[in-house]
């Protein structure tokens, strides 16, 4: 008998303990508190990358570091520091899009993310080309096949999907770039869907991006898919700092220099050094196929898996792709064949985020009924408890 008030204590004082904490994250909004429990604190983060372009400008990748310094991401490509990963999550419970800004709530703090803030932060201007999953024809003279095949160590290899194993050094680098940090996800590096290839084939002919409105797009996809990983872990990070949100005793990693893209990481890809110069380690010409397959396994191993986009099959490239003897000049499409394919594409996008979403919403209900089961079960403990305390009254009554 004595035993059991000094355990329920234990229990209250835990509880509210966690609830203040969220109280403070929230200030005191229930409905994002919920959200938050059942949701966005579940949800895994993005494993951060960074470029420095000293790093470059050392390993003579000259062509690289001006192609991105033209789109004017140095800043936001070379940030690190602190993270703190449940005030990200909290950021993203509260994050709403309010015509061009972005403006959320985390610890009582507003925050206002205007295209001034971007600037100061990230560097970043919004201007630029606004590039959209339905709209990638607004970009001209892209054809997805002719360019990837411009981007091959062998030009005249055949290829069924657009696969980074056999790209030349400086396309394989920004591939990287564009899937790891401007629009970063957990998996399927090796693949490279028509929007990367869009996003490299701007940079590569000095075709300015507007690069604040590819990483909202790329939010709002994230947020809105339940099995999507939260990106910009550090850009947020660096929001927190900027409106002086209080930090103390909050949660935080440091981004560590094995993040950073280094030698390390070009060997990976399949190039080592030769003479100060980076060279495919097949040689100049030709790409590797069971080589390539094995560097993208080492490439995924130190990151987390999360489904993404299903491995892009060429749709748009008619019978020439199929037959294997498609030569090297290929019919441009028109306009309106153009504006099929994307609206396809289109198709496709929302069937998947539609199955997605289902996907995610059953997974969050099964996850309720066994918080429920759980609580149900204590419950039962605890009323059988009383129920004993009350007998053994009862009984020494009786007793007496």
């Known amino acids: ?126 201007s630029g080309l606004r590039i959209n999953k339905g709209n990638l024809g607004v970009v001209e003279d892209f054809n997805k096949i002719q360019f990837y095949k411009s981007c091959l160590k062998n030009q005249h290899a055949q290829v069924s999907t657009c696969s980074v194993g056999g790209l030349k050094l400086d396309e394989r680098l920004l591939a990287l770039i564009v899937t790891w940090i401007l629009t970063p996800r957990g998996s399927n590096h090796s693949v490279l869907t028509e929007e990367d290839l869009v996003y490299i084939f701007c940079i590569t002919k000095k075709v300015k991006i507007n690069w604040i409105h ?7 996809k994230a947020m809105r898919l339940g099995d999507y990983h939260y990106p910009y872990v550090v850009l947020i990070s660096k929001f927190l700092l900027y409106f002086e949100v209080n930090l103390e005793d909050e949660t935080s990693e440091l981004v560590e220099s094995t993040q950073e893209l280094n030698n390390g990481s070009l060997n990976k890809m399949g190039f080592r050094k030769v003479g100060g110069k980076w060279i495919s380690k097949d040689g100049d010409h030709g790409a590797s196929s069971s080589g390539a397959a094995n560097l993208e396994q080492d490439e995924l191993a130190d990151m987390d898996v999360q489904h993404e986009d299903p491995t892009e099959v060429f749709q748009d490239a008619g019978p020439s792709a199929a037959d294997g003897h498609q030569g090297e000049r290929m019919p441009t499409m028109s306009s309106f064949e153009r504006l099929m394919v994307n609206r396809l594409d289109s198709f496709a996008e929302n069937q998947r985020s539609l199955h997605d979403l289902c996907v995610s919403n059953f997974q969050r209900i099964d996850t309720r009924f066994d918080n429920m089961d759980a609580k149900f079960m204590t419950l039962d403990e605890q009323i059988e408890a009383v129920h004993n305390q009350i007998f053994d009254l009862q009984f020494a009554d009786e007793e007496e």
């Open 1 to 126: 008998m004595e035993s059991t008030p000094p355990t329920f204590k234990r229990v209250k004082t835990r509880a509210v303990r966690s609830g203040g904490r969220l109280e403070g994250w929230f200030s005191g909004d229930n409905a994002l508190i919920e959200k938050y429990r059942y949701e966005t604190s579940i949800k895994k983060i993005n494993n951060p990358k960074v470029v420095c372009f000293d790093w470059l400008k050392g390993q003579k990748l000259d062509n690289v570091r001006r192609l991105l310094k033209d789109q004017s991401l140095r800043k936001f490509l070379e940030m690190k520091g602190n993270i703190y990963p449940d005030l990200v999550r909290v950021c993203y419970t509260n994050l709403k899009f309010e015509g061009n800004n972005l403006v959320s709530h985390v610890k009582g703090v507003e925050m206002e993310i205007t295209h001034e803030v971007w600037t100061v932060v990230a560097g970043l201007k919004f």
């Open 214 to 220: 590819i990483i909202k797009e790329h939010m709002q």
